[in-house]
């Protein structure tokens, strides 16, 4: 079949936004249903315009359907001489058939149903070379989507690409920052300390919540459920969202402070989510201005605790 227009995936208007945080998967895999739809209205749309313009391939097609009907009920009543002749009979218009659409340079396939995207085959999903799996191109709107749920709305432009190794010069220190960071996320720590807690330190202005979040879309885009949060958010997300925390495969907690764990029962949800995290083994980046050592010395002692055994990314001089 031949799209006469592109064909679009339901678009993000469509795609309803409810309180409770979706993954990239659960969105992709709500619009199915409406992909399905979407490739049986193209085929139907297609087959009509052949019918249109060839007007003989119809009747041919019209034939087709009632020998193969006539061809049903014989084979009900055991009648091999009435099959055997409706057989023929198809043959016979199959092979008309296929001089009309020889002749016409008709598509053969006109009147099967497609995919609308041929990378992905409509599954949303497409694996490189590598072997790694990542969300398509073609599903924009869901991963815009499920980014919004994921506490970055506000972050619509911050994009990896426009990460700089040489912002503030220095580029080898932020590409080693930005590649750790990536590391921690795909689990691919190296090294004796494996902890799921990593606090990722660098001084303000420094572009550290900009890389927090494109390695939190990164995440995503790899098919990963993950959530950007302020330390302070804690506080005010609701019992849905926080319990999401808990289990999600990768977790940014941003504007890490001491004085932020010690004030609006901060410390002690953060403390319930990053040791249900530990458990699970899933990975939890602290992003904070401040040395680790001195949040050491002043968090709430729950956390103080955990900081110790964490993982460390710091930009240099930390």
Do not use: W
């Not at 060839?54 to 041919?60: A, E, H, N, R, S």
């Not at 099959?83 to 009147?111: S, T, Y």
């Not at 925390?245 to 941003?254: A, G, M, Q, S, V």
Request: hydrophobic share 35%; with cysteine.
């Amino acid at each position: 079949m031949t799209m006469t227009a592109a064909a679009a995936f339901p678009t993000a208007s469509s795609i309803c936004l409810e309180t409770d945080m979706k993954t990239i998967k659960e969105l992709i895999r709500e619009s199915l249903t409406e992909v399905a739809a979407t490739r049986d209205i193209n085929r139907q749309n297609n087959i009509s315009r052949i019918y249109k313009q060839f007007p003989d391939l119809k009747d041919i097609d019209d034939q087709i359907l009632e020998v193969r009907n006539s061809r049903f009920i014989a084979v009900i009543d055991k009648d091999e001489r009435l099959i055997k002749r409706f057989d023929i009979a198809e043959e016979e218009l199959q092979a008309k058939r296929e001089k009309i659409i020889a002749r016409n340079n008709i598509e053969p396939d006109f009147d099967e149903e497609k995919f609308i995207c041929d990378k992905c085959e409509d599954t949303g999903f497409t694996k490189g070379s590598d072997g790694t799996v990542k969300v398509c191109s073609c599903r924009k709107n869901e991963l815009e989507s499920c980014y919004e749920q994921s506490g970055m709305a506000d972050y619509s432009s911050y994009k990896m690409k426009n990460y700089r190794d040489d912002y503030l010069g220095n580029g080898a220190g932020r590409k080693k920052l930005k590649n750790e960071l990536l590391k921690v996320m795909l689990g691919l720590d190296e090294g004796d300390n494996r902890s799921p807690l990593c606090v990722f330190s660098a001084p303000p202005q420094s572009g550290k919540t900009f890389l927090a979040i494109v390695v939190c879309k990164t995440a995503i885009n790899l098919g990963k459920s993950a959530y950007y949060a302020k330390c302070e958010e804690l506080a005010t997300l609701g019992t849905d969202t926080l319990e999401a925390l808990k289990h999600i495969d990768f977790l940014i907690i941003d504007d890490f402070a001491d004085t932020v764990t010690l004030y609006n029962n901060v410390g002690s949800v953060l403390n319930t989510i990053l040791e249900t995290r530990a458990a699970s083994g899933l990975n939890t980046v602290l992003v904070t201005p401040f040395p680790v050592s001195e949040l050491e010395r002043k968090c709430d002692m729950r956390i103080s605790g955990k900081l110790q055994s964490a993982k460390k990314i710091t930009s240099e001089g930390r």
